[in-house]
C-alpha cells in the first residue's frame, strides 16, 4: 500500500532560524532519506517551495479564478512529501514520526488511491 506522508510546516519558523540550525536541520533530513531508501519503502518525495510561488485556481460560474497562494490562510504550509510504499498504516506512521518537521510542525498521513493503469490513458 503507498502513503502519501504530506509534512506541514511553517514556513516562518524557517526563516527564523540560524544558518546552523538551517544546516542540522537538512542533515537530518539527508539522514532519514537514506534511511527510508534503504529500508525499500522509497517510491519518491520533493520539497515544495514557499507559499509566495504558489497558485490555485477555482472555477466558478464557468469562469477561471486564479489567486496567488495556497487555498487558505492556515499557519502551517504543505512544505514537501515522501511517497511511501509499506505494508501497513502502522508502519507509514512510524515512518512519518521520525520526518524532522513532525517536531516543528505535523505530518498528514495518508493512503493512495491508485488509478488502474487502464484508466491512466
Known amino acids: ?37 534503504e529500508s525499500g519503502a522509497f517510491v519518491g518525495a520533493n520539497r515544495l517551495r514557499p507559499v509566495t510561488t504558489a497558485a490555485t485556481v477555482r472555477i466558478r460560474d464557468g469562469e477561471q479564478v486564479v489567486t496567488d ?9 504543505l512544505g514537501g512529501y515522501y511517497l511511501i510504499d509499506v505494508e501497513t498504516l502502522d508502519e507509514a506512521l512510524e515512518w512519518a514520526a521520525k520526518i524532522p518537521s513532525a517536531r516543528l510542525g505535523s505530518i498528514e498521513v495518508r493512503p493512495i488511491m491508485q488509478i488502474p493503469a487502464e484508466v491512466k490513458s
Do not use: C, N, V
Open 1 to 37: 500500500m503507498q502513503y502519501l506522508l504530506m509534512i506541514h510546516d511553517d514556513e516562518a519558523k524557517f526563516e527564523r532560524m540560524s544558518e546552523q540550525e538551517a544546516r542540522d536541520l537538512l542533515a537530518e533530513y539527508g539522514a532519514f532519506t537514506a534511511a527510508i531508501r
Open 69 to 77: 497562494g495556497p487555498f487558505a490562510e492556515t499557519k502551517e504550509q
